[in-house]
């Protein structure tokens, strides 16, 4: 069995910087790709990043610029760098990894950006 556990989340005030983690433990062989993902109120949970195996990258044009994601392959583990955040970033964040054994995801941590 596979989990998924993120950290990170918070209150931060506009212009501040949060950086999410979010490692994977269990019966894990391989991680082809890892994301994060979010959902606000009323919204549909949408992709903020994610990378690939062979570390390339992709992001929502909302957060280009803002935030970097990374990955740790030893230790199973995804970063999202989070700067310059803005009230409409707040959201719960979900990480994702799919490997060969199927597509996992977190229980979601909650972002607050607000003054």
């Known amino acids: 069995q596979v989990q998924l556990v993120e950290s990170g989340g918070g209150l931060v005030q506009p212009g501040g910087s949060l950086r999410l983690s979010c490692a994977a433990s269990?019966?894990?062989?391989?991680?082809?790709?890892m994301g994060w993902y979010r959902q606000a109120p009323g919204k549909q949970r949408e992709l903020v990043a994610h990378?690939?195996?062979?570390?390339?990258?992709a992001y929502a044009d909302s957060v280009k610029g803002r935030f970097t994601i990374s990955r740790d392959n030893a230790k199973n583990t995804v970063y999202l760098q989070m700067n310059s955040l803005k009230p409409e970033d707040t959201a719960v964040y979900y990480c994702n990894m799919d490997t060969s054994s199927g597509s996992y995801w977190g229980q979601g941590t909650q972002v607050t950006v607000s003054s």
């Open positions: 269990g019966s894990i062989f391989n991680i082809y790709r």
């Open positions: 990378v690939a195996g062979g570390s390339s990258t």
